[in-house]
């Protein structure tokens, strides 16, 4: 089967690429590489350096594919408040020309790398896929958008489809060609920064008085291997005129000092911190339901924090 992976030059899309590959799928991507590396593109790959809203260079990029695994677009939160028209034209329209070129080439599996930032502020935890969804910033409404439109998708043409919905990925894949890992600049993302930390510029938390066990934020993270292990799981467990939702993650989180302890582990020495007052709009505990896919997919993440600590670490040096 030949599986077209849309951002397949980002972080997340390189991995599934490279784990596909493994697994003897064949493989195009489509990417702009506005935030992805071409030089992550695998020797003998199918690559179309387009954009989702050219309808031109999707169509290019789908010849021969049966199925479609689709990461591309712009994910960064901040941003997405400075610049909600961008996150609408390229991650709501531009799946739209994705789902319409598609169905021009008869193409009718879809796997789509959602959000957990489609809930919004949860009203309990651990957050199930039946959930009430009201996202708290544009990046999430621009996912729900899109889930919605896939689920229109399946009623109206028959398609099949899976949304993966997830909080944070760490971690990293070393592959034949060195290690695929995030390139963002600036970093934004906890667990890069953490490792990056200095005496001169240490990690803050923000509040340190949470109603959690040690005081301080609980969040959910996936390693990215687990990850892309489920969406493969999905790809193969798509049924026609379906779409279904599913959410990953760790299943209990990892709390802010949990992660700086292992990060400390990683590196030999304690990292050094900074409390800060707590920031607005911050929940105490954000932990996805992951029994839908435990069950429906037989998918368990086996990578804890200290493997993806490990994995970035060794990936930045």
């Given at each position: 089967m030949r599986v077209l992976v849309t951002g397949g030059t980002g972080y997340i899309g390189s991995t599934a690429v490279d784990t596909l590959l493994t697994q003897g799928f064949e493989i195009s991507i489509l990417d702009d590489c506005s935030t992805g590396h071409a030089d992550s593109v695998p020797a003998g790959v199918s690559f179309t350096q387009g954009s989702l809203l050219n309808p031109v260079d999707i169509a290019n990029a789908l010849t021969g594919c049966e199925a479609v695994m689709h990461f591309a677009g712009k994910s960064l939160?901040?941003?997405s408040v400075q610049k909600p028209d961008l996150y609408h034209s390229v991650n709501v329209?531009?799946?739209?020309?994705?789902?319409d070129q598609m169905h021009n080439a008869g193409i009718a599996q879809l796997v789509f790398s959602s959000s957990a930032a489609t809930y919004g502020e949860p009203l309990e935890t651990p957050i199930k896929e039946n959930a009430p969804t009201k996202p708290t910033n544009p990046y999430g409404a621009t996912k729900l958008a899109i889930d919605q439109m896939i689920s229109a998708e399946a009623a109206s043409r028959g398609i099949a489809a899976a949304s993966l919905r997830y909080f944070n990925?760490?971690?990293?894949?070393?592959?034949?060609?060195?290690?695929?890992?995030?390139?963002?600049?600036?970093?934004?993302?906890?667990?890069?920064?953490?490792?990056r930390s200095t005496p001169e510029n240490p990690v803050k938390i923000f509040g340190t008085d949470w109603p959690t066990p040690d005081g301080t934020c609980i969040r959910d993270y996936?390693?990215?291997?687990?990850?892309?292990?489920?969406?493969?799981k999905a790809l193969h467990a798509l049924k026609p005129g379906n779409h279904?939702?599913?959410?990953?993650?760790?299943?209990?989180?990892?709390s802010v000092k949990e992660v700086i302890a292992a990060a400390s582990t990683a590196v030999g020495f304690e990292i050094p911190t900074?409390?800060?007052?707590?920031?607005?709009?911050?929940?105490?505990?954000?932990?996805?339901?992951?029994?839908?896919?435990?069950?429906?997919?037989?998918?368990?993440?086996?990578r804890g924090i200290e493997l993806m600590v490990a994995d970035t670490l060794a990936s930045l040096k």
């Open positions: 939160v901040g941003e329209d531009g799946t739209r020309n994705l789902l990925v760490a971690g990293a894949l070393k592959s034949a060609r060195g290690w695929l890992a995030e390139r963002h600049n600036p970093e934004t993302h906890l667990i890069p920064n953490v490792l996936v390693h990215v291997i687990d990850l892309i292990d489920a969406h493969i279904d939702i599913y959410n990953l993650g760790s299943g209990d989180g990892y900074t409390a800060a007052p707590r920031r607005d709009g911050d929940p105490a505990v954000l932990i996805a339901d992951i029994n839908k896919a435990k069950r429906a997919l037989d998918w368990i993440p086996t």
